[in-house]
């Protein structure tokens, strides 16, 4: 298996023991390798006099903190990590390609070139790979580029010998869609700041399939760059819109745009002058949101905006959400913290009032503890508002800031279900009795969410007493309980969920008799058995009352609940896919508390 950049071309038969180059970035498996995987990295460049691969891939240990590790002395617990610039020299080929190979463990991973080549007057120059097909804004426009600090990112799958939930995870949201038809795109749209300075531009994700004229607007996050970033870092590293295709495609959230920008407007300088957070937010409410609003098929309400930002970015939020507390319903806040007064905190509730309001705040684990973030989300608490945070193994990058926005928009964001419910709304049964009943859920979503749930039963007594993953409850003979509760809940949205009552009632002083025979007493495998219930009530008079409610067979396996007609049922039992014994048939009754439920029937079948 591999990732490559650049497409492989064959090699001519007479040549086609030497495999050709690939450029760019390359991730094979190698079983030779500790994570299982080992990135190639080629660039061609005959002028060159010096090139070194670049890029956040030192390794930091949860056990030893700043102690940093070479890609080769990766271990469990160890994770690519940003603080410190990883450099390893490139060897040269007659041809003028420079390669270097390293192990890699799994997720969107930064990296980047240092070019010496006079040929173009470049002495330590830090490029992205020619060959990346990630998009970028045209010319020397980023500001990245202007302060030579650029970077991309290689694609590494997981492993099974890496034994790492988080970096599983990572690999299934972070890498490429493997179907191109589920990905959306990227591009970066030039627009004029709100102090009039024009040759600036705006990163742009519209989801897979995106409809300008879809009845719904889509809904839309605003996400902004730490100090020394731009309007690429959300798009690489920190990966969305790769995280963002996995995820709709898994129907984790409703398809959304999302919209980057450069902050780096404020006079010429390449410091922190340059990136005015006051300015930022006035220019991304007054500017960006109405230029947005025009030209895309966007939401122009706050429940369907949300702004997120990394280190700067997030601490431009406090600028944001002081200035404009009823434009964004949703706030991330990614290794940087709103600064925020008592009187913020107060004259932010006092403007959004009883409307909905949810702020994010974490970090990575080699940044420090949740203290400060843990407060912050306290004071919103405070005033009603929901607040979570949530720390990732990272440094200060965007490594880090791609997890935490995973978190942000899967667990967080809107996540397009409406509402959910559970058919029947209730059901009557008989205690006494191991009882069965299916129950179904119907989830209104928007389009592309999932609908899946997870059921759950509450009130029971007895342990016995449980419900299936398709909504198939079983009622313990020994269950006590006199109701209980079923609930449906979405996978996607925990905090929607719908719910039926089942009321258990004791039974009457009528008894039943159960007769049931099944014909004939054995079959071959895979021939049907017919089996014919009749359920009478015991009764002093000289016609025997008609039972009503349902039966529940079981055979082989396999339960059926069948309604009584007239006190009768006919019920088919297959045998396919059983083996050659005897099986017992089990018969209950339940679903009309007059009478009491008899025992169970068992009758020997017998497969051949």
Excluded at 102 to 109: E, S, T
Excluded at 136 to 150: I, Q
Excluded at 552 to 580: H, N, R
């Amino acid at each position: 298996m591999s990732l490559g950049a650049g497409a492989i071309v064959s090699a001519p038969a007479a040549l086609a023991a030497e495999p050709a180059i690939v450029e760019g970035a390359t991730v094979t498996a190698d079983p030779n390798s500790p994570t299982g995987y080992t990135g190639k990295f080629v660039y061609r460049n005959p002028n060159a006099t010096q090139v070194r691969l670049a890029g956040d891939l030192t390794l930091l240990d949860l056990n030893t903190g700043t102690t940093r590790y070479q890609p080769e002395a990766w271990q469990p617990g160890r994770y690519h990590a940003g603080g410190t610039e990883f450099l390893r020299d490139m060897t040269r080929d007659s041809n003028g390609y420079w390669s270097v190979s390293l192990p890699l463990h799994a997720g969107g991973l930064s990296y980047w070139y240092r070019v010496w080549d006079p040929t173009q007057g470049w002495v330590n120059k830090r490029i992205w790979d020619p060959a990346s097909t990630n998009p970028r804004p045209p010319g020397e426009s980023s500001f990245r580029v202007r302060n030579n600090d650029v970077l991309d990112a290689v694609y590494v799958p997981y492993a099974e010998k890496q034994n790492d939930p988080v970096l599983k995870a990572r690999a299934e949201y972070e890498l490429p869609m493997a179907d191109p038809s589920k990905r959306g795109t990227v591009k970066y749209i030039p627009y004029t700041t709100i102090l009039g300075d024009s040759g600036h531009y705006l990163g742009v994700y519209l989801p897979a399939n995106y409809d300008p004229n879809r009845a719904e607007p889509y809904k839309v996050a605003y996400l902004a760059h730490g100090i020394f970033g731009d309007e690429t870092d959300f798009m690489v590293p920190a990966n969305v819109p790769n995280i963002l295709d996995n995820m709709t495609a898994r129907g984790e959230i409703e398809p959304t745009v999302v919209v980057t920008m450069g902050n780096h407007f404020t006079g010429t300088s390449l410091g922190f002058a340059s990136y005015n957070q006051t300015n930022a937010a006035n220019n991304l409410v007054q500017t960006i949101l109405p230029l947005i609003e025009r030209t895309y098929n966007v939401s122009t309400k706050r429940a369907g905006r949300a702004y997120a930002g990394f280190s700067y970015g997030g601490m431009t939020g406090a600028h944001v959400i002081r200035g404009y507390p009823t434009t964004f319903a949703f706030y991330g806040h990614f290794s940087g913290n709103p600064a925020l007064t008592t009187q913020d905190y107060d004259n932010v509730a006092a403007a959004v009032g009883d409307e909905d309001l949810f702020v994010f705040l974490g970090n990575g684990v080699f940044e420090g503890n949740l203290n400060a973030q843990n407060a912050i989300a306290n004071n919103f608490r405070a005033r009603g508002y929901a607040a979570q945070t949530a720390q990732v193994p990272g440094a200060h990058d965007g490594m880090t800031a791609g997890q935490l926005f995973t978190i942000f928009a899967r667990d967080h964001l809107w996540s397009g279900v409406d509402s959910v419910s559970v058919t029947p709304e209730t059901e009557n049964l008989t205690q006494g009795w191991n009882w069965v009943k299916q129950f179904t859920a119907q989830v209104s979503t928007n389009e592309g969410v999932s609908g899946a749930v997870t059921w759950s039963v509450e009130g029971a007594a007895s342990a016995a007493t449980t419900i299936s993953a398709d909504g198939r409850l079983s009622v313990a003979a020994d269950e006590t309980a006199s109701s209980l509760t079923v609930v449906a809940t979405s996978v996607v949205d925990p905090t929607k969920s719908g719910s039926a009552e089942v009321t258990l009632t004791p039974p009457g002083t009528t008894g039943v008799v159960v007769k049931a025979k099944a014909a004939p007493a054995s079959v071959v495998r895979g021939g049907t058995f017919t089996l014919d219930v009749e359920l009478r009530a015991q009764t002093q008079h000289e016609k025997a009352a008609t039972v009503t409610g349902e039966i529940t067979v079981t055979f082989g396996g396999t339960t059926q609940v069948v309604a009584l007609t007239d006190g009768a049922a006919v019920i088919e039992l297959p045998t396919a896919g059983l083996s050659a014994g005897n099986y017992p048939v089990h018969v209950a009754y339940s679903g009309d508390p007059t009478y009491a439920p008899d025992a169970a029937v068992h009758q020997q079948l017998r497969v051949r």
